[in-house]
């Protein structure tokens, strides 16, 4: 069982890799600074949307005894049309100097070409034609210590020569409201989270939130969800057409709500949530705990 789990995870971690990973070294090699954070600003967003995700299916975290969940989580960011393409600028010597749509990371595979002085053509790159980016990671929940409990992910493997090693770790912990206000009508909890991610040389990125989760249990379903605040940034790095490109993404999130359901049928539990953010998300997952 811990075998499949992981190579579940595994599958899921970078829906891009092996194929699309070395594609997007490729065609964001062709851009310098200003058009490669258009470019890439999408990817930034999504990923801090993703990761962000995932990280709580209930608020009630018991005051004392020890209990473990195992979980692999599936996100998802949807990229709508908006997000697939960016005004670009011509750069270089090209006359003469033209702002157009161009595709980013996410959009059409066909890129972009621009007519200029004497028959010369300028060529925007296409993207990966993607309608969602998925990662999905291993996840560890342990409690309780008086009433507060911790979340662990992490995640490395090697997809190929030229892609390198995919890391992430992840750290969190979350405290039982309940226990001061003991007339709250649904188990509250407080929880903050920090979380790291790369791949190979090429991105390094970080993400932070802090959520006030509540959540109501009735037999065997929970419904659970609640406000947050979400930082996450992103650092890309590679060789562009004028040399080493290095880029620093902010996301464009910055708070979000999560509503979502789950089902507990003794030791198995599955879990859907969404959440809106101006970059929403959505969760799928599946967990063993006692």
């Known amino acids: 069982m811990k075998r499949a789990a992981i190579f579940l995870a595994a599958q899921a971690f970078w829906f891009l890799a092996p194929v699309h990973a070395q ?5 964001a090699a062709k851009y310098g600074n200003e058009n490669g954070a258009g470019f890439m600003q999408p990817l930034a967003d999504a990923f801090g949307a993703n990761i962000n995700s995932g990280l709580f299916q209930t608020a009630n975290v018991p005051l004392t005894g020890f209990h473990l969940n195992f979980s692999v989580m599936l996100m998802g960011a949807p990229t709508t049309d908006s997000r697939k393409t960016f005004s670009a600028k011509t750069e270089g010597f090209f006359a003469p100097a033209t702002t157009t749509d161009a595709p980013t990371v996410f959009g059409s595979t066909r890129g972009k070409i621009v007519t200029g002085n004497g028959g010369t053509a ?3 790159p296409g993207g990966l034609n993607m309608s969602i980016f998925t990662i999905g990671v291993p996840q560890i929940t342990v ?4 009433g507060t409990e911790a979340t662990v992910r992490f995640f490395q493997a090697k997809v190929g020569d030229n892609i390198g090693q995919l890391k992430l770790w992840g750290i969190g912990a979350r405290h039982n409201i309940n226990q001061y206000f003991k007339k709250l009508p649904l188990d509250v909890a407080f929880g903050i989270y920090q979380q790291h991610f790369e791949i190979g040389d090429i991105v390094s990125a970080n993400a ?10 009735a037999s065997v379903i929970t ?3 609640g406000p947050a605040v979400e930082i996450s940034n992103m650092d890309v790095n590679y060789d562009g057409s004028s040399g080493k490109i290095s880029l620093s ?3 464009q999130n910055s708070v979000r709500f999560t509503v979502g359901t789950a089902l507990t049928l003794a030791f198995f539990r599955l879990y859907a949530d969404y959440n809106l953010a101006s970059q929403p998300a959505f969760v799928l997952g ?5």
Do not use: E, H, P, R
């Not at 594609?23 to 065609?27: A, E, G, I, S, V």
């Not at 409690?143 to 008086?146: A, E, T």
């Not at 932070?208 to 249990?217: D, E, H, V």
């Open 122 to 124: 300028y060529v925007f």
């Open 223 to 225: 419904f659970y969800g």
């Open 143 to 146: 409690g309780s210590f008086y």
């Open 249 to 251: 993404l902010k996301s």
């Open 23 to 27: 594609k997007l070294n490729d065609f």
């Open 286 to 290: 599946f967990g063993l705990g006692f």
């Open 208 to 217: 932070t939130l802090i959520s006030a989760q509540g959540s109501y249990t």
